[in-house]
């Protein structure tokens, strides 16, 4: 049993990467030609409130697994391995069934909380969505050990087309509130079951209560630093619709959610994908004692060139280019394209060096800087709250994330010409 989960996987690393990239290629495609439809079917108060949903849910999966998935990559052994993720399933169920606890309170007794009156039994989706989510990366924890990256890409795909289809199924049926939350349910479900039809192949071995608490012991750096930091920065991330969307109308909320999607998921999609080569390469080199310097300097050369006429492109047709593909009732998405444009710009290179702590242990460091983020962000929105505007707020927002992304590249830059620096005083 040991065997399965210990040894790698045959194949190159590039093989690997191009098996999962290019899975998660297709989903993204599938889930972006399917917005040409669902964008004539729902509206932006519709789209409003399934950002408002979606939001939460993105928070409190850091809560239920507290990042354990990850620490299932680096456990000592296959034991181990299994007893993180059996852990990590059990937490995840437990604060599933707590949070199932309180939304049905707050929806019985009419309490909930702003928006999400108007979602009604709606809300009560936001626990088994995070119980489905938080599942889907434990699981995504255990193939990525044993590298079974065709799974992972058909777990992906599936999650894209169920829940696509669903989504425009429900909503030719009427169903505008509910349509979208329910469809991205369902096709998280339908994900989970590529995973949970192929896990007896892993041969997960059983483990014990003492085994599995031992292993969350030894590996709480994850809840206590990594959830920490992806907590603080998932809450950031989302404070327009956890907070603007109490204040302004629910239209707005949805004209920039479209366009939050469609300027930052391939941005986020090819940041995953650069990051993951340059982490391998350079950390390669760093333990080899070897300059990383022209590595990065490339790096950035190359997707600047690539991101700059794009940004300039989007920042000129955005609005004619949704008008034409999403209808006349996404009119306006283009000014909050305009206001993310030099936010997105910087974070093509930032976002890809944030393995950059990882290699000279700066971690702590970099929590602070999530720290400042997230506190200037809160200061942007209640700028904009004040004052009664919300393209304010959203100008204010992007400002304050693009002069952050902009400090944290410089602040990784600074940390690889102190490491180049050290190999040349250890050359003389």
């Not at 790698?8 to 399917?34: D, F, H, P, R, Y």
């Not at 047709?317 to 593909?325: L, N, T």
């Not at 004052?387 to 304010?392: H, P, V």
């Amino acid at each position: 049993m040991r065997k399965v989960l210990n040894r790698l996987k045959g194949g190159t690393v590039a093989g690997e990467t191009a098996t999962l990239l290019g899975g998660n290629i297709v989903a993204q495609a599938i889930s972006m030609l399917a917005y040409l439809i669902l964008t004539r079917i729902y509206s932006p108060e519709d789209y409003a409130l399934f950002n408002i949903f979606y939001s939460y849910i993105e928070v409190l999966i850091i809560v239920s697994t507290c990042k354990y998935e990850l620490a299932i990559v680096v456990a000592r052994d296959g034991d181990e391995a299994a007893a993180v993720a059996r852990f990590a399933l059990r937490m995840n169920t437990l604060v599933s069934l707590a949070l199932l606890a309180v939304a049905s309170l707050l929806y019985l007794t009419h309490s909930l909380p702003g928006d999400y009156a108007e979602l009604g039994a709606v809300a009560l989706l936001v626990p088994p969505m995070v119980w489905l989510a938080g599942s889907s990366r434990i699981y995504s924890g255990l193939y990525n050990r044993v590298r079974r990256y065709r799974t992972m890409a058909a777990s992906s795909i599936t999650n894209a087309s169920a829940g696509s289809a669903l989504k425009i199924i429900f909503g030719a049926l009427g169903m505008h509130s509910t349509g979208l939350p329910l469809g991205t349910l369902l096709g998280q479900a339908t994900a989970n079951g590529i995973y949970r039809l192929r896990m007896r192949s892993l041969q997960l071995p059983h483990t014990s209560r003492l085994q599995r608490l031992n292993a969350a012991r030894r590996h709480r750096n994850f809840p206590l630093y990594v959830a920490s930091k992806d907590f603080l920065n998932s809450l950031s991330a989302n404070l327009p619709f956890l907070w603007l969307a109490f204040h302004f109308d629910r239209a707005e909320v949805g004209l920039f959610g479209l366009a939050l999607t469609f300027t930052f998921r391939p941005v986020n999609l090819l940041n995953g994908a650069f990051e993951s080569v340059l982490y391998a390469h350079t950390a390669e080199r760093v333990r080899q004692r070897e300059s990383i310097g022209r590595t990065v300097g490339r790096f950035l050369l190359a997707v600047n060139a690539i991101s700059l006429p794009i940004a300039v492109a989007a920042w000129f047709w955005a609005e004619p280019i949704f008008v034409f593909f999403f209808g006349d009732q996404w009119h306006g998405c283009g000014q909050y394209v305009q206001a993310l444009i030099p936010w997105m710009f910087i974070l093509m290179s930032s976002a890809s060096l944030m393995f950059i702590p990882n290699l000279f242990s700066t971690q702590r460091m970099e929590f602070g800087f999530y720290l400042v983020t997230f506190a200037l962000r809160a200061a942007a929105l209640a700028t904009g709250i004040h004052l009664g505007n919300f393209l304010t707020a959203i100008r204010l927002y992007a400002a304050a994330s693009a002069a952050m992304a902009l400090a944290i590249l410089t602040w990784y830059l600074w940390q690889v010409l102190r490491y180049e620096r050290s190999l040349t005083r250890k050359g003389r």
